[in-house]
């Protein structure tokens, strides 16, 4: 019997995120005779988070539609035979299996006979097939969404190839779908694959590709595209899984006559994690047995301590109160939740927030649409400080006029934050900053950004084809719709989050400010530290009068109908879906209704976000802010050039040139060095855990033997040797950057010179002495005040710089990326301006050729290899587009999610599934 229950309905039992558990594994629905969300109500823990919202789904049904969409099932069927090195169909016919294995057979047969008669390519949607090697037991089966079946090469033998396939509306972010969504996927299709390998009913002379297909979204219209891959690793990693499965299935059995469920669930053995363990039906129930539990340690995996740091920590909750060398935010965590009280990072404030030249934004994003926002509020700081919040919602949340009246909003204020920003310094403004309460709000700008600037570069090169009497096409040959050209006003916040894009690989730019993480650097929560991954926890523990009760509030929180950050919980996100599209069979759509529910998550988010302001305003000043804005000013100085050129400001960073992105290795290294300065300088816990890390060069722990006469060290290193110059950072928990005499000065070109530190050498006290060859006196020009027993760190001095003398110490500021940039005017020989590039092509085409140039020069290409017939249709196999499409060919059936009441998802089903 236990062999039966092996298929896993979906196959999910070897794909899913918590496959490494062993109790989710063995609480497959096929085991225990219940679903995953009705075993959890059954042990009382019934699941709230791993739902799948209404929106969501619909998204994943209106999905689906369009890959049976024949016209799309055929594009799928002749790319997929194209990249695959296979000769072009002389037809695809496109059948459907209706999940049914017996007509699944029938299909499989006569599409190899069909491949061997005329070549002819067949799509088979919705098949069913046998789990893998389990062909005769009465195990579930295998349901791949697709399968592709032609014929293979020539010099492949004779037979056919099958294809296997799923289609999975995975979102893009900044028009890049993740890696780790399509390893999931794949290793679905390999599920498939392997089945379908084993299946007998497999016609003589056909076998299972080794790549498999895997379609996405290629654009915010859901039009599907197909990504192949090799499935060789793929397949063998589900073997072992199965196998695993079975051993483990034999040696779990589950009879519900003898034994409860609640006693048999207790007994599989649980891999908890308070991250991944959150989408998981029993999430609830594991988090409660920990949170029972008698033995301290479960403490530390409950808040999510990771397996190899908990020796390190443990005794902070075994009672005996040592602790080792434990990474001190993870000390710093454990302690806030023991005391309820916020720890303090001792890091003062190098943010921009709440200074005039910021815009703050928050958005409500729909879970129906990848680029879908229900709405958005924006208020912007002035000298006067900030304006208004200003709401907007939005009737159509996916369509191209929504993301263009949200660039349109920003692009306003960023505009007029510049314009203030001229005002009061016109030769060197101060940096602009967008600032929003979480990371996926700055994800889904972005991905709007990005999207419109495909759309422009597009517009661009069709406005050549028809300034040449050219048909406007799209890159398959299909009639364009030519979108309008996009305003000044909304390029400015394209190309600003485009900026943004860009300066994520560095650490030190921050054109868009992370509200959230921006409070982490000084306040650290207790609880798990996933929790403080919302705003609304992380304020609550900041500004709270009482002790907090952290598994109390972190509930409060997770109930919370709102949430601080662009998405919804799952509950308001049905609400204001239902509102919008009306829900079948249900009701209507009601306009008013939606405009009140988004106008009410908005302000949830818009008063969390000022309660953080407020709380980052208690929060010291640092000696280093100025820096670190000086670095972020020189770098949209660059920035500025571009826009007004229109010089490469509309690159994505998926697309930026080779060589440009070469050129940009060098500086990253040198932001990379320079923030790990910076921080060893400004935040004491970073120093502290730097110092520990035996893998470190540059920090080290010393401590005071003698204070008089002369300052004697202990030196707890033994890199560090007679006459090296070391500067101290950390006097026990004072940050000596911090002190009141320190000054920073930033006006300097290439470093940022600081002055006030102790700075000196160090000279062996006794060299030949084993037992004091770590004693070294210490001579700093400017004496520090210590006394003996404080522990200090120290850095190598040479690590910054170079400087001869002990009075200042010296950080090289990193160069801003001037690569494709226009080089500025006042540089009167070589400086460029709007006519720089027309005048001199050669001399400019690496700094101030605009968008304008370059699209048209590429269209003419396209242009010209189209009528050699080396573009699709005609070319074989067909041309890959690496731009992607923003824009749908005129006529082509697109996705809407909105369109039409929405469906729930079966009860079956969690998130895990569509994810
Ligand atoms: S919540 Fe986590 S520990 Fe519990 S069954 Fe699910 S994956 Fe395993
Ligand atoms: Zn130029």
């Not at 320079?674 to 004491?684: D, E, I, R, W, Y």
């Not at 120093?687 to 004697?712: C, H």
Request: proline fraction near 6%; hydrophobic fraction near 40%; include cysteine.
């Amino acid at each position: 019997m236990a062999v039966a229950v092996l298929g896993g309905g979906s196959g999910a039992v070897g794909t899913s995120a918590h496959a490494a558990c062993q109790r989710y594994r063995g609480t497959d629905p096929l085991v225990t005779g219940l679903t995953r969300r009705k075993l959890a109500a059954e042990l009382k823990f019934p699941d709230v988070a791993g739902g799948i919202p209404q929106a969501r789904w619909t998204r994943a049904m209106t999905f689906e539609r369009l890959v049976r969409d024949e016209r799309f099932a055929s594009q799928v069927a002749t790319t997929t035979l194209g990249q695959l090195d296979l000769a072009r169909p002389p037809a695809v016919v496109i059948a459907d299996a209706d999940g049914d294995m017996d007509r699944t057979a029938t299909l499989v047969a006569d599409a190899h006979a069909r491949a061997i008669d005329d070549g002819s390519a067949t799509v088979i949607h919705d098949l069913s097939v046998p789990f893998i090697g389990h062909e005769d037991a009465d195990a579930t089966d295998v349901r791949p969404d697709f399968v592709v079946v032609g014929p293979k090469a020539p010099h492949e033998g004779g037979g056919t190839w099958v294809i296997v396939g799923d289609a999975k509306d995975y979102e893009r972010v900044r028009s890049r779908v993740e890696d780790g969504r399509l390893l999931k996927g794949f290793l679905q299709v390999a599920v498939g694959a392997e089945s379908l390998a084993a299946w007998s009913l497999v016609p003589d002379g056909m076998d299972v590709h080794r790549w498999g297909v895997l379609v996405v979204p290629k654009n915010s219209f859901l039009q599907p595209e197909a990504v192949v891959e090799d499935l060789t690793d793929h397949r063998s990693e589900i073997a072992m899984r199965v196998e695993e499965r079975l051993a483990e299935a034999a040696a779990y059995p589950f009879d519900p006559i003898t034994t409860p469920i609640d006693e048999f669930v207790g007994h599989l053995r649980a891999t908890y994690d308070p991250v991944s363990c959150s989408s998981c039906t029993l999430f609830g129930y594991c988090r409660d047995e920990l949170e029972r539990s008698t033995d301290p340690t479960d403490l530390l995996i409950e808040l999510g301590v990771p397996v190899e740091v908990r020796p390190r920590v443990v005794g902070l909750v075994d009672g005996t109160g040592e602790s080792g060398t434990a990474p001190s935010s993870v000390a710093a965590m454990i302690a806030a939740t023991q005391t309820g009280r916020p720890v303090d990072t001792g890091q003062r404030r190098i943010d921009p927030v709440g200074l005039a030249g910021t815009v703050d934004v928050v958005v409500a994003k729909s879970d129906a649409a990848a680029l879908g926002l229900h709405g958005i509020a924006t208020r912007r700081v002035t000298a006067a400080g900030p304006t208004e919040w200003s709401y907007v919602h939005f009737d159509e949340p996916q369509s191209s006029s929504t993301r263009l009246s949200v660039m349109k909003v920003l692009g306003k204020e960023i505009s007029s934050a510049m314009a203030d920003a001229r005002r009061s310094n016109a030769d060197a403004p101060d940096p602009v900053h967008v600032v929003v309460p979480d990371k996926i709000t700055a994800d889904v700008l972005a991905s709007i950004a990005d999207n419109l600037a495909g759309v422009e570069l597009s517009r661009l090169r069709w406005q050549r084809d028809i300034d040449e009497g050219r048909p406007a096409l799209t890159f398959d040959g299909e009639p364009a719709s030519v979108p309008a050209p996009l305003s000044e006003t909304a390029r400015t916040a394209v190309s600003f989050l485009l900026e943004e894009d860009r300066a994520r690989a560095l650490t030190l730019r921050a054109p868009v400010v992370d509200l959230r993480a921006t409070l982490a650097r000084h306040v650290v929560a207790g609880g798990p530290s996933v929790n403080s991954g919302r705003l609304d926890y992380l304020v609550g523990w900041a500004d709270a009068d009482d002790p907090i009760d952290h598994r109390v509030f972190g509930k409060k929180i997770e109930r919370s109908p709102h949430t601080p950050g662009a998405r919804l919980a799952n509950g308001t996100s049905d609400e204001i879906h239902k509102a919008l599209t009306g829900h079948r069979g249900k009701g209507a759509a009601d306009q008013v209704r939606y405009a009140s529910l988004v106008r009410d998550e908005l302000e949830y988010k818009t008063a969390v976000f000022e309660r953080a302001v407020a709380a980052l305003a208690e929060i010291e000043t640092s000696n280093l802010r100025d820096a670190y804005r000086s670095i972020e000013g020189d770098a949209q100085a660059v920035w500025r050039r571009r826009l007004s050129l229109h010089a490469s400001d509309l690159v994505r960073f998926g697309r930026v040139y080779r060589t440009w992105r070469n050129g940009l290795v060098e500086t990253i290294e040198k932001d990379d060095r320079c923030a790990s300065q910076l921080l060893a300088l400004t935040n004491p816990q970073e120093a502290f855990d730097r110092a520990v890390d035996a893998g470190n060069r540059e920090l080290v722990f010393a401590t005071v033997v003698e204070a008089t006469p002369e300052i004697v060290l202990e030196v707890n290193s033994r890199r560090l040797v007679d006459g090296d110059r070391v500067v101290l950072l950390h006097v026990n928990d004072r940050n000596c950057a911090e002190g009141p005499d320190v000054e920073v000065k930033t006006s300097q070109k290439g470093a940022f010179k600081i002055s006030g530190l102790s700075i000196g050498p160090l000279e062996a006290v006794d060299p030949d002495d084993p037992a004091r060859r770590a004693a070294f006196a210490w001579l700093p020009s400017r004496p520090p005040l210590v006394a003996v027993g404080d522990r200090l760190i120290v850095a190598d001095f040479a690590w910054f710089s170079t400087l001869k003398g002990n009075k200042d110490l010296s950080v090289d500021k990193p160069t801003p990326d001037d690569q494709q940039a226009p080089k500025p005017e006042t540089n009167k020989s070589d400086g460029c301006g709007p006519s720089s590039y027309d005048a001199d092509p050669e001399g400019h085409k690496f700094c101030c050729k605009s968008h304008e140039h370059n699209e048209a020069e590429w269209s003419d290409e396209l242009a010209a290899r189209r009528s050699r017939g080396e573009m699709n249709p005609q070319a074989w196999p067909p041309v890959r587009n690496a731009d992607g499409f923003d824009v749908a060919a005129k006529g082509s059936p697109v996705g809407d999610p909105f369109d039409g009441p929405g469906e729930d998802a079966p009860d079956g089903l969690t998130i895990d599934d569509v994810e």
